[in-house]
T-cell receptor, first 112, second 113 residues
Framework: QKEVEQDPGPLSVPEGAIVSLNCTYSNSAFQYFMWYRQYSRKGPELLMYTYSSGNKEDGRFTAQVDKSSKYISLFIRDSQPSDSATYLCAMIAPSGTYKYIFGTGTRLKVLA | DSGVTQTPKHLITATGQRVTLRCSPRSGDLSVYWYQQSLDQGLQFLIQYYNGEERAKGNILERFSAQQFPDLHSELNLSSLELGDSALYFC????????????FGPGTRLTVT
């Protein structure tokens, strides 16, 4: 079993829909949780990072962490065709030399 | 534009050869991270340097090495190249010693033939 699991998709939604992207993990030592957006053949772009459990909002994006369930989510409101990309979750366990794992990414297509 | 630069953009070489990839971090960033992204492996963290010192290691092969110079630019050296080393190699930088907020460069596409 991988330490971080992410559904590869593709996930296709109509423009304006609310999108939910998720990752599960097995290591309870993870404390920092990041979401990146990656357009085809480009470098990943940091969207948000959160520390421990709770919600964080930035514009149309909301990141949610449930440490008791070892489950993190990224919600995108009012999705746009320009949101079509691969979304990667990443996690850090900051103990000693930290552990740092990326999910495999979910491909999202927002249809106009 | 993230402010992180990588050269070259593309590299085509033969098996057994050695190549060097270069990365310049954003102004003020002390950490440089190297990643490999292939279709079947996803994004793999290779190694991090912080202010000239190795800070963390991921899944880096012994045939690969990196260093960070006093001006904070970094180089990733790949030797005895194999077909399976064909991938996108990304560099990222951050102010801090852990990758909470890091900024990625445009990548170097390596093709080994």
């Amino acid at each position: 079993q991988k330490e971080v699991e992410q559904d590869p998709g593709p996930l296709s939604v109509p423009e304006g829909a609310i999108v939910s992207l998720n990752c599960t993990y097995s290591n309870s030592a993870f404390q920092y949780f990041m979401w990146y957006r990656q357009y085809s053949r480009k470098g990943p772009e940091l969207l948000m990072y959160t520390y421990s459990s709770g919600n964080k909002e930035d514009g149309r994006f909301t990141a949610q962490v449930d440490k008791s369930s070892k489950y993190i989510s990224l919600f995108i409101r009012d999705s746009q065709p320009s949101d079509s990309a691969t979304y990667l979750c990443a996690m850090i366990a900051p103990s000693g030399t930290y552990k740092y794992i990326f999910g495999t990414g979910t491909r999202l297509k927002v249809l106009a | 534009d993230s402010g992180v630069t990588q050269t070259p953009k593309h590299l085509i070489t033969a098996t057994g050869q050695r190549v060097t990839l270069r990365c310049s971090p954003r102004s003020g960033d002390l950490s440089v991270y190297w990643y490999q992204q292939s279709l079947d492996q996803g994004l793999q963290f290779l190694i991090q340097y912080y202010n000239g010192e190795e800070r963390a290691k991921g899944n880096i092969l012994e045939r690969f090495s990196a260093q960070q110079f006093p001006d904070l630019h970094s180089e990733l050296n790949l030797s005895s190249l194999e077909l399976g080393d064909s991938a996108l190699y990304f560099c990222a930088s951050s102010v801090e010693g852990i990758p909470r907020e890091q900024y990625f460069g445009p990548g170097t596409r390596l093709t080994v033939t």
